[in-house]
């Protein structure tokens, strides 16, 4: 019997300790021995729980104890759950976490210490929730060289970018939509302004790259500029507009980033709806592979934590050694070197000189129009592919002319 402690028993920590009881001799058959359930960590009481008196206030009561060997951190945040989990591995734990912000700020150091420890540090949930990516990375596709990794990784601004595009709504109704259903937090900024996709891209590129990508320097916009005149510029040029975390070595560089982008409705993701992720993986001998599914949620998420366990059951006296080191130097490319298309939106009362000075600035740009009364003071258009820091150079130009009141809406529009 292997004895186990779960630190957290909010949404994801009732749904593992739900999925462990509710599926108890399919996974004891699957991991080879039975998974049993000593501790359950939590600040609060839960007087009405059956699992109460499992409940401790106190780490050292699963640290000092040596039944226990696998530690399940659900906590979420870096406080306390960095300090938890270092003194579990440094006890000789092996740790499991959904804790994205955790895996992407101290995953290379938390890695380090398993790897001496020979236990383990495994994250599955931390990146696509119920989705299965980071071992398919890990394991399946290790025959290949991954060059590129692009992704739906926020089931929330999916599900609010779907509303947007499919029913109509505006940004903010969408947002109380969302949050009505449970599918945004009451503050909503980790998902809207793009630090949940960053974490994540950063520890999937952590992990295929061999070197930790800092998710503080990876470039991050959210969704919250999107208007439904975008959504409908988008909809003109047989696109949509998502919101994705990219990822591609260059070399001996990386190029990351989070923003919205438009991409044609052929793309693989463009069809990818309401709360469902999908991570798009290209491998040099494997070509294309799309992993899909529902990114978040309790039971998702916790299969994927279970999953975890049982991997570490089955190994349990050796480590899976997926491991990242501490980058000697700099490998991320300054967003301004970048190159990409983008869409631009200027509004002016002057349209013939605009659009002749857009033509100046920045080349033969491909310009756009809709229907729509709020967009007749305004100009819109996609640029050819030009590096960031010239886009950013060639806009001010146009901004500093008098018949140009304002220049908007600037999203990178995906050609390939």
């Avoid at 000092?64 to 759950?81: K, Q």
């Avoid at 190029?255 to 409705?265: D, E, G, L, T, Y």
Wanted: charged share 25%; aromatic share 6%; net charge negative.
């Amino acid at each position: 019997m292997v004895k186990i402690a779960v630190l957290g028993f909010g949404t994801v920590g009732s749904g593992v300790v739900e999925v462990i009881r509710t599926n108890s001799e399919s996974i004891s058959r699957k991991a080879g021995k039975k998974i049993d359930i000593k501790y359950i960590l939590d600040i609060r009481d839960f007087p009405d729980s059956p699992e109460r008196h499992l409940l401790t206030k106190n780490i050292d009561d699963i640290l000092n104890d040596d039944e226990v060997s696998i530690v399940v951190e659900v906590m979420g945040g870096l406080d306390p759950a960095y300090t938890f989990t270092k003194r579990a591995l440094l006890a000789g734990k092996h740790v499991v976490t959904s804790n994205k912000e955790l895996v992407a700020t101290h995953g290379a150091e938390l890695l380090g210490i398993a790897k001496e420890k020979n236990i383990n540090y495994l994250f599955e949930a931390s990146v696509g929730g119920g989705i299965p990516i980071i071992r398919p990375l890990n394991q399946c596709l290790a025959a290949n060289e991954i060059t590129e990794i692009e992704g739906i990784l926020n089931g929330t601004t999916n599900y609010i970018l779907t509303q947007m595009i499919k029913k109509g709504k505006t940004f903010q109704n969408a947002l109380q939509d969302a949050q009505e259903k449970g599918y945004a937090e009451r503050n909503p900024a980790a998902d809207v302004e793009g630090h949940d996709a960053c974490r994540k891209i950063a520890i999937l590129s952590s992990l295929t790259f061999g070197c930790h990508i800092d998710s503080n320097k990876i470039h991050t916009e959210g969704i919250t500029k999107i208007s439904l005149e975008d959504v409908e510029y988008a909809e003109a040029m047989s696109s949509v507009i998502k919101l994705l975390g990219f990822s591609k070595k260059i070399g001996d560089k990386i190029i990351a980033r989070v923003s919205p982008m438009i991409i044609s409705k052929e793309h693989p993701l463009a069809g990818v709806e309401d709360v469902f992720n999908a991570i798009l993986v290209k491998g040099n001998a494997i070509g294309d592979v799309m992993f899909y599914g529902r990114g978040a949620g309790k039971l998702p998420t916790a299969s994927a934590v279970v999953a975890d366990i049982i991997d570490i059951v089955k190994n349990i006296d050796r480590n899976s050694r997926m491991i990242w080191s501490t980058c000697e130097e700099e490998v991320l490319i300054d967003i301004g070197e970048t190159t990409s298309s983008y869409f631009v939106r200027v509004k002016t009362d002057n349209k013939p000189a605009v659009m002749e000075l857009i033509t100046k600035v920045l080349g033969d740009c491909n310009f756009i129009s809709i229907q729509n009364p709020k967009t007749q003071d305004e100009v819109a258009f996609v640029t050819p592919e030009k590096k960031e820091k010239e886009l950013q150079t060639a806009l001010n130009d146009i901004n500093n002319h008098s018949f140009v009141n304002t220049v908007y809406s600037v999203i990178r529009v995906k050609n390939e």
